[in-house]
């Protein structure tokens, strides 16, 4: 199984990549480390998206996002951090979950709602 670490502010959460989304894992992991703005967003409630340079398929969406959700939202070419309750707007390819730190990161993600544009950092896990 393959694991990431995701930054964000003084975060530092881990998450592993799960097989129900195989090529979206693969690609994702492929193309790690990104870091870049995050924003949150506004009608989903407890979601960080961040927009990445990868256009893939949906793979096995789901529309039921537990807090430590990661997700990939093809219409928009988002990676999404459901780190809370949300509703995503639309069907997502649930690709991961955090397994370390959640709670770290649910502080800092509250805070992004506030100021827009926080550096969001994922790299891979050896």
Same mark, same amino acid.
């Given at each position: 199984?393959?694991?990431?670490?995701?930054?964000?502010?003084?975060?530092?959460?881990?998450?592993?990549?799960?097989?129900?989304?195989?090529?979206?894992?693969?690609?994702?992991?492929?193309?790690?480390?990104?870091?870049?703005?995050?924003?949150?967003?506004?009608?989903?409630?407890?979601?960080?998206?961040?927009?990445?340079?990868?256009?893939?398929?949906?793979?096995?969406?789901?529309?039921?996002?537990?807090? &430590?959700?990661?997700?990939?939202?093809?219409?928009?070419?988002?990676?999404?951090?459901?780190?809370?309750?949300?509703?995503?707007?639309?069907?997502?390819?649930?690709? &991961?979950?955090?397994?370390?730190?959640?709670?770290?990161?649910?502080?800092?993600?509250?805070?992004?709602?506030?100021?827009? &544009?926080?550096?969001?950092?994922?790299?891979?896990?050896?």
């Amino acid at each position: 199984m393959k694991h990431i670490e995701i930054v964000l502010g003084s975060a530092k959460a881990e998450a592993e990549l799960l097989e129900e989304c195989p090529k979206i894992s693969q690609a994702i992991w492929d193309a790690l480390p990104l870091k870049g703005p995050v924003n949150h967003a506004k009608i989903s409630n407890e979601e960080l998206m961040y927009m990445i340079p990868l256009i893939l398929m949906p793979e096995n969406e789901v529309t039921e996002t537990p807090p &430590g959700t990661l997700a990939y939202w093809p219409t928009r070419q988002v990676l999404c951090i459901f780190y809370g309750k949300a509703v995503p707007a639309a069907p997502v390819s649930k690709f &991961g979950r955090v397994t370390k730190n959640l709670e770290d990161l649910q502080r800092e993600a509250r805070k992004v709602w506030k100021r827009q &544009g926080a550096v969001l950092e994922i790299r891979q896990v050896e």
